[in-house]
């Protein structure tokens, strides 16, 4: 029985009070030989929430220490999706556990935390990967098993802020094109609406636009420069999609997405963010 413990910054969360379920409906619709079984967070949520309590309401056991949950189970998931600068704290002793640890969206907050992470890692044999599930929409998903040719152009629209939600963008664009950004500019288009190219200089381009309202759908748009489809994010699915591919990171110690990836994603949101104090200004993507 692979046991998987979960490990944030605080437990009571959006992404904490759920995960728990998306798992425990994939292990037991796909036959998974796996539990969820402790959990433990570095402090109290702002509301004052305990791990005690929130293992009691989510069922499972709280553990005393982060060291005492990396000895008592076989793989980790590590939360705090909501602020990435708490990811290099939370993650110190998951990443020198030796043991399959998933990292939650955003990986870093810049790109040399991210480097830290990932060489920690590699210090320590442990396997890591992090990603959006808007990477696994099943539209994605389906388009790309269609379509072995990488396409010309995307677009993509979504809601909040470069920092903690500009990777469920990303993560589709690099998903479908590739790596290899180039350079970005920005445009100023509002205080806090920000809208990118990012070109990848030879002739593909993707496009960004980001509101801060909560309620911008996301939307993606794949084209070969003839044609195009709309590719749909739907929550019915990309949630649980990422549930099955954790899993099986978790069974076989295979990083789905490569460490490539998560740096140049990282280093487009921290490109990005002098880029919008330049409007107009095409930026080079370093990592």
């Known amino acids: 029985m692979l046991k998987i413990g979960i490990a944030d ?6 992404h904490a009070n759920h995960y728990p379920d998306f798992l425990r409906e994939v292990i037991s619709r796909m036959g998974y030989d796996a539990e969820l079984t402790y959990a433990y967070g570095l402090y109290p949520g702002p509301a004052g929430t305990t791990n005690e309590q929130w293992c009691a309401e989510h069922n499972m056991k709280p553990s005393g220490s982060m060291q005492e949950l990396v000895n008592c189970v076989d793989a980790i998931m590590v939360i ?11 993650c110190e002793l998951p990443l020198k556990s030796g043991k399959p640890v998933f990292v939650d969206k955003t990986f870093a907050p810049d ?5 830290r992470m990932f060489l920690l890692a590699e210090a320590h044999g442990t396997p890591v990967f992090s990603s959006s599930a808007q990477r696994y929409c099943q539209d ?9 040719v990488r396409p010309r152009f995307v677009s993509t629209a979504g809601p909040h802020s470069l920092d903690n939600y500009a990777v469920h963008q990303l993560e589709p664009i690099v998903a479908l094109m590739g790596r290899g950004v180039q350079r970005l500019k920005a445009f100023a288009v ?3 609406v920000t809208q990118l190219i990012l070109d990848y200089g ?4 993707a496009s960004f636009v980001q509101s801060p309202q909560p309620w911008a759908e996301f939307h993606f748009m794949v084209s070969d420069g003839e044609t195009g489809k709309h590719l749909v994010s739907d929550d019915r699915n990309f949630y649980h999609n990422l549930a099955e591919v954790i899993l099986d990171f978790f069974t076989c110690g295979v990083a789905p997405v490569p460490k490539e990836e998560t740096l140049e994603i990282v280093a487009v949101i921290e490109t ?3 880029a919008r104090k330049m409007p107009d200004t095409w930026f080079q993507i370093r990592y």
């Open 111 to 115: 790109v040399a935390a991210a480097k």
């Open 9 to 14: 910054y605080y437990l009571d969360n959006w």
């Open 190 to 192: 509002g205080s806090a």
């Open 272 to 274: 990005a963010r002098q």
């Open 140 to 148: 994605i998903l389906d388009w790309q098993a269609e379509h072995p």
């Open 80 to 90: 705090a999706a909501d602020d990435s600068r708490w990811h290099e704290e939370v």
């Open 202 to 205: 030879d002739g593909r381009l």
